[in-house]
């Protein structure tokens, strides 16, 4: 090989991807157009391969120095700008991306947590007429120890932080994603039963709407109410967001399969799975820390109830102001 011949013809693509690098360094590589940065890491790889060949060669010092230079920027600014670039699309979502598929979900949302409550006031009133009703859905065991012992069942909490907390939240994950899926269907072995899309949904949110209106009523009789519902708010100002959030994705997917519109029913269920998805990557982390705040916080005695409630107002009001975040229009 003519080695002063070969550097002649390449030494233009070096300076090219020396200038694109320069670019790129001081001002990031999104200041490249499209085209710049597949221009980069096509030049990335020539250049890698000059410097393989100019090894073998005997090229002088000074070029190989110069060209493994080259490579290690463009492999810096390739694979770490990529990098760099998802976690910024991580924080993109975090700050504007999650609020934005809320709010563009919000009457399936609205939907849920009316089921919730519907099932909460049923279970209420059925539960303050018939005290049958109230040791059916909670269990007779259960509701007479919590009227003899006079104390709330949470203390038991107490010494096992670690391991309630974790057990909380995979808990309340698995509820989430049930009501999730259940916008497509669910095996109900109890029937046994295969659920049409959005049964399930709907049967979960009531359920569990229900069972807090039993124990509304429970706790009431035993005097208990201000302490229960001093521990469920800390925590609940998340939780039961995120169950109402994964309600309503469910309720999504299954409009996506009943009522797809004008539009092919896999293409709308395609749309309306993503952004069941989006709602899913939001609601798991407002689980994890609703988790630690039941199992670290809820339920010490030594807190007063009305910081309690002071932190569970204060957590309930920065979500609602989260998710009306409008991400800033740009400037024209």
């Given at each position: 090989m003519n080695v002063q011949r070969w550097m002649a013809r390449r030494e233009s693509s070096w300076r090219q991807l020396e200038t694109l690098l320069a670019q790129a360094e001081k001002t990031g590589l999104r200041s490249l157009s499209e085209g710049q940065v597949r221009q980069m890491a096509s030049l990335y790889r020539s250049v890698s391969a000059d410097l393989a060949r100019a090894k073998g060669h005997g090229v002088s010092q000074a070029v190989i120095k110069d060209l493994q230079g080259l490579t290690s920027r463009s492999y810096s600014q390739i694979y770490q700008g990529s990098r760099r670039q998802?976690?910024?699309?991580?924080?993109?979502?975090?700050?504007?991306?999650?609020?934005?598929?809320?709010?563009?979900?919000?009457?399936?949302?609205?939907?849920?947590?009316?089921?919730?409550?519907?099932?909460?006031?049923?279970?209420?009133?059925?539960?303050?007429?018939?005290?049958?009703?109230?040791?059916?859905?909670?269990?007779?065991?259960?509701?007479?120890?919590?009227?003899?012992?006079?104390?709330?069942?949470?203390?038991?909490?107490?010494?096992?932080?670690?391991?309630?907390?974790?057990?909380?939240?995979?808990?309340?994950?698995?509820?989430?994603?049930?009501?999730?899926?259940?916008?497509?269907?669910?095996?109900?072995?109890?029937?046994?039963?295969?659920?049409?899309?959005?049964?399930?949904?709907?049967?979960?949110?009531?359920?569990?709407?229900?069972?807090?209106?039993?124990?509304?009523?429970?706790?009431?009789?035993?005097?208990?109410?201000?302490?229960?519902?001093?521990?469920?708010?800390?925590?609940?100002?998340?939780?039961l967001p995120a169950i109402f959030m994964a309600g309503g994705a469910g309720l999504l997917i299954a409009r996506g399969i009943l009522v797809p519109g004008p539009y092919r029913r896999i293409d709308t269920f395609k749309r309306c799975g993503l952004q069941a998805a989006q709602l899913l990557y939001g609601i798991v982390p407002m689980l994890v820390i609703a988790g630690l705040i039941e199992g670290f916080f809820s339920p010490q005695t030594w807190i007063p109830n009305e910081f309690k409630y002071i932190v569970g107002t204060a957590l309930l009001v920065g979500l609602v102001q989260y998710c009306r975040t409008q991400r800033p229009q740009a400037n024209p």
């Open positions: 998802e976690w910024q699309a991580l924080g993109d979502f975090c700050r504007y991306g999650f609020p934005a598929v809320v709010q563009q979900s919000w009457g399936y949302i609205a939907v849920a947590t009316a089921l919730f409550v519907m099932g909460g006031l049923v279970g209420w009133w059925i539960a303050w007429q018939d005290p049958a009703f109230l040791t059916l859905v909670l269990g007779q065991g259960f509701v007479e120890e919590v009227k003899t012992s006079q104390e709330l069942w949470t203390v038991s909490i107490i010494g096992i932080e670690p391991v309630a907390s974790s057990g909380i939240m995979i808990n309340n994950i698995g509820v989430s994603l049930r009501a999730i899926l259940g916008g497509v269907t669910m095996f109900m072995s109890q029937g046994p039963l295969i659920t049409p899309p959005g049964a399930f949904t709907v049967f979960l949110l009531m359920f569990n709407g229900l069972m807090i209106g039993c124990v509304g009523v429970l706790v009431a009789q035993a005097n208990l109410a201000y302490d229960l519902w001093a521990f469920v708010f800390p925590h609940g100002a998340l939780e």
